[in-house]
């Protein structure tokens, strides 16, 4: 496996995502509510995130909850309401109607 490739889980007991990035655990925890889920805090070493892990990460679960259907996203999370104003065009159909980031 080279570098850049990495797996998503979703540990549903611990409510967040995971992977595993360079031997390090980089992980978004959430909470859902009425089928929509709440982004609510990314854990990620700043080396990861010079290297342009954070993006990678955000946009294989962005992905991962596009492909899931039926739930809407709400991130409340400073970075991650940064990388969704980045791909608000690609990720729109996610945000539930009347949230502004």
């Given at each position: 496996?080279?570098?850049?490739?990495?797996?998503?889980?979703d540990?549903?007991?611990?409510?967040?995502?995971?992977?595993?990035?360079?031997?390090?655990?980089?992980?978004?925890?959430?909470?859902?509510?009425?089928?929509?889920?709440?982004?609510?805090?990314?854990?990620i070493?700043?080396?990861?995130?010079?290297?342009?892990?954070?993006?990678?990460?955000?946009?294989?679960?962005?992905?991962?909850?596009?492909?899931?259907?039926?739930?809407?996203?709400?991130?409340?999370s400073?970075?991650?309401?940064?990388?969704?104003?980045?791909?608000?065009?690609?990720?729109?159909?996610?945000?539930?109607?009347?949230?502004?980031?």
């Amino acid at each position: 496996m080279k570098d850049d490739e990495f797996d998503i889980k979703d540990n549903e007991f611990l409510r967040q995502f995971e992977a595993t990035i360079e031997n390090e655990l980089v992980k978004l925890e959430y909470s859902e509510q009425e089928r929509k889920i709440f982004l609510s805090k990314l854990v990620i070493s700043d080396e990861l995130k010079e290297k342009g892990f954070q993006e990678k990460f955000l946009t294989k679960i962005f992905d991962y909850l596009e492909d899931k259907g039926r739930i809407k996203v709400v991130p409340t999370s400073a970075s991650v309401k940064k990388f969704f104003r980045a791909h608000k065009i690609k990720y729109s159909e996610l945000i539930p109607i009347g949230i502004s980031i």
